[in-house]
């Protein structure tokens, strides 16, 4: 993402240091034009029924941007629903995914007619009949389901095995058509699954596409007119480049081949996919130390900033945008805050580095941003969307006495 003029760095034809001068480290930074491109071919191979997935980055201009792409929005709580109304995207755009929607949730996309509610259970369907006859509404639903395939991806970002906790069992088919079939103000349209985040494995996806066509055949010849089948997302994006790259197109040709003679309408809800490679995060060096023989970089980014390492053990490449020396040294990137988990890379070989100069780290456009906190009582980080030689901030970081001052002391101390 970072280009290099005059050896100077540049994000499309934005300085990177006119951005520095003007925004604290550490911040994200966007690119318009990676986003576009990468939503653009996704369509082209897959279709136009993409749904963005938003809990991946929930960023109003991001938003903004994909709803004029003209792709669908895929959100999975109430206040990702409600950022997406805000960020212009039509109800029947918005698909309601979530394990866990609450009472006021359903309401609030009940009254808002969106294109779907997708269920999670039997007891979710119950509920919505419920709020949908004291409403006098029909409400359109799709139902979630879980069909036990491993996508081979690590456990934490796993959601296709029938132990995890995300939708119906697939072989509750009847159990769900018989229930609907007296839920009297419930249109059920689509079925939809996900198995699961980075999935690489071209037969996962083969073997999902397999299911849902029974599954869907399953509902058809039960009654229920199928009009959608969702297939999720989860395609895997090339963190470490040392990795293979997932190729869009192989999984295109399996679904050629499952759904050739198909009546229904496909569906797909990617997030990192689309938006991962768009986005850096800039931060600068403040302390450089060694400690039993590992040379340490500290910067102003951490865990706080950026979980996915901390959390997940997840890779991100890291470079260097100035060449303070032609020595080079073996470094471990760490981050301010006080836990030994707020480690970025270990064993990266850099040029040698300096206080105040700056690191990037690459491929952080999606789960960066929105899982960041204020542990620490430190700021989030900045946002920043660059298009061709225009930049602006799309999201400036809350003071930290603002923040303190959302504490409530009460009157007895």
């Known amino acids: 993402m970072i280009k290099f003029k005059n050896e100077l760095p540049f994000v499309e034809d934005t300085s990177l240091y006119d951005i520095i001068k003007v925004c604290n480290t550490p911040f994200y930074i966007y690119s318009q034009e990676i986003i576009t ?30 709803n004029s792409l003209n792709i669908g929005a895929d959100v999975v709580s109430i206040g990702e629903l409600k950022r997406s109304l805000n960020a212009g995207f039509p109800p029947n755009k918005i698909i309601f995914e979530g394990v866990g929607k609450s009472k006021e949730d359903l309401i609030y996309a009940i009254q808002k007619n969106i294109r779907l509610i997708n269920t999670e259970s039997l007891e979710e369907i119950k509920l919505i ?60 349209i689509g079925i939809s699954c996900h198995i699961g985040s980075q999935i690489s494995n071209i037969d996962a996806y083969k073997n999902t596409f397999i299911e849902m066509k029974k599954a ?32 869009i ?28 490679e768009a986005g850096i995060l800039v931060t ?41 020396s032609d020595n080079s040294l073996i470094y ?22 300096n206080i105040d100069d700056i690191l990037i780290i690459k491929n952080t456009g999606a789960y960066g941003k929105v899982m960041s906190s204020t542990y620490n009582t430190r700021s989030l980080p900045a946002e920043v969307l660059v298009n061709k030689e225009n930049f602006a901030m799309i999201y400036v970081p809350e003071k930290i006495e603002n923040n303190i001052g959302e504490d409530i002391i009460p009157s007895w101390l």
């Open 332 to 353: 471990t990137v760490a981050g301010p805050i006080c836990e030994s988990s707020d480690i970025f890379i270990k064993n990266i070989l850099l040029s040698e580095q």
């Open 216 to 247: 869907a055949n399953k509902f058809i010849s039960l009654g229920i007119e199928i009009k959608h089948v969702d297939l999720g997302g989860g395609f895997h994006v090339q963190y470490n480049k040392d990795e293979p790259q997932f190729k």
């Open 37 to 66: 491109q990468k939503v653009k071919y996704t369509k082209k191979i897959l279709g136009e029924n993409i749904f963005f997935s938003v809990k991946s980055n929930s960023n109003q201009a991001i938003l903004k941007l994909m």
């Open 129 to 188: 009949q419920k709020l949908a006859s004291e409403k006098n509404k029909m409400v359109n639903i799709g139902v979630r389901l879980n069909p036990n395939i491993d996508g081979g991806t690590i456990s934490k970002i796993t959601t296709g095995k029938k132990t995890d906790k995300f939708g119906i069992d697939i072989n509750e088919v009847e159990n769900i058509v018989n229930l609907i079939s007296n839920c009297s103000n419930l249109n059920l």
């Open 284 to 324: 600068s060096i403040i302390n450089s130390k060694q400690n039993g023989g590992i040379n340490y970089l500290i910067v102003d980014a951490g865990m706080n900033t950026l979980i996915r390492p901390a959390m997940y053990n997840a890779h991100h490449d890291i470079e260097t945008i100035s060449k303070s």
């Open 249 to 276: 197109e192989d999984m295109k040709k399996e679904l050629d081949l499952c759904f050739n003679s198909s009546t229904y309408k496909l569906s797909f809800e990617p997030g990192r996919y689309l938006i991962a």
